[in-house]
Structure formats: structure tokens, C-alpha cells
């Protein structure tokens, strides 16, 4: 009986204590998380500072470019409905993007109609230039960097690659802020 309770106890699944993280564990934890925070507060100002500058196509009508391009996306994902966003007016900035940007346009043309029901009026917005409709274009931008390239690259480096950081792509940087913004 004595060799089955000791089999039995071999057997079973051991209660450890956990030990508590040391010291340096955690000054480590802590100053990677600060070096995360100052990397992403820089990448959003050197988003924002390639922002400020002009954009494709800024007052050249009858297209106006690549910003008008996005603001229009955002108008027909709001005021048509989704059977008719790839086949609405293919001449004026034909809705050329897959659907998961189309509903990310649509998302954010649900929160411009909110705040300015003009910047997305069907036809009648087309070629709106507006500082206050540059300053939304260029926000949720950066938003939407920050909320999904960002947090995908620091999520990589952290699980993947740690210690070893995330790097900026500056071409990205300039399409998505400086060109079309």
C-alpha cells in the first residue's frame, strides 16, 4: 500500500510557490515600457510634423488630388450603400481599395458627419479644403496609425524580435502623412 501512495504522490502534479519577479526584472520591465512610450510619442510627432506640410494636389481643381481622393471615400462609404461604393462615379476617385478600408472609411465618414455633416455631402463636398476638415483628416490618420501599425510593431518587436526594438519606415511615414494628408 505504502508503494502505490508513493507512486501515487510521484505522480501528481507538484505545488510550486512562484517566485516573485527580482528587482532587475522589473527596472527592466519598467524601462522598456518607458522606451516603448518615448518611441511611439516620437513616431506620432514625426508623423505630425510631415503632416504640416501641403498635400497632393492641394487647390487643383477638378480632382484635388489624393487628400480629396480620401475625404470622397468617406462620403460615398456614408451616403451609399455598400452594394454601390465600387461602382459610384469610377471617374471622380472610384473606390479602388479593399472592403476592410472601405468600412475603415466608412467608420470614419460616420464620425466626419458627426462633427461636420458638409464634409461628406454627396457631390456637394467635392474639392472642400477646409483647416478644420485637414485637421480630422490628418487626427484620425494618426489614430488609426497609432491604434493599428504601432501597436502591430511594438506587439512584433516585444513577442518576436526582443530587445531588439521596432523600426520606422520612413516611406510610410510620408505616403500616409505627408502625401495624402
Known amino acids: ?93 472610384g473606390l479602388d481599395y479593399p472592403p476592410l ?5 466608412w467608420i470614419l465618414g460616420k464620425i466626419a458627419q458627426w462633427i461636420e455633416p458638409s464634409w461628406v455631402a454627396l457631390e456637394a463636398s467635392r474639392g472642400i479644403e477646409s483647416s478644420e476638415l485637414q485637421l480630422f483628416m490628418r487626427y484620425t490618420a494618426l489614430a488609426t496609425d497609432v491604434l493599428v501599425h504601432m501597436s502591430a510593431a511594438v506587439a512584433f518587436s516585444r513577442f518576436c524580435l526582443p530587445g531588439r526594438g521596432w523600426i520606422e519606415r520612413p516611406a510610410l511615414i510620408v505616403v500616409d502623412h505627408g502625401h495624402f494628408q
Open 1 to 93: 500500500m505504502a508503494l502505490v501512495t508513493d507512486l501515487l504522490a510521484a505522480l501528481a502534479p507538484q505545488q510550486q510557490t512562484p517566485t516573485p519577479p527580482s528587482q532587475p526584472t522589473r527596472a527592466v520591465a519598467a524601462a522598456t515600457a518607458t522606451a516603448t512610450a518615448v518611441a511611439v510619442l516620437f513616431a506620432c510627432l514625426v508623423r505630425w510634423a510631415t503632416s504640416l506640410g501641403p498635400y497632393s494636389g492641394k487647390a487643383t481643381p477638378p480632382m484635388f488630388g489624393d487628400f480629396e481622393a480620401q475625404r470622397h471615400w468617406l462620403e460615398v462609404t456614408v451616403q451609399l450603400p455598400a452594394r454601390q461604393w465600387y461602382r459610384y462615379d469610377l471617374e471622380y476617385w
Open 101 to 105: 478600408t472601405a468600412y475603415h472609411s
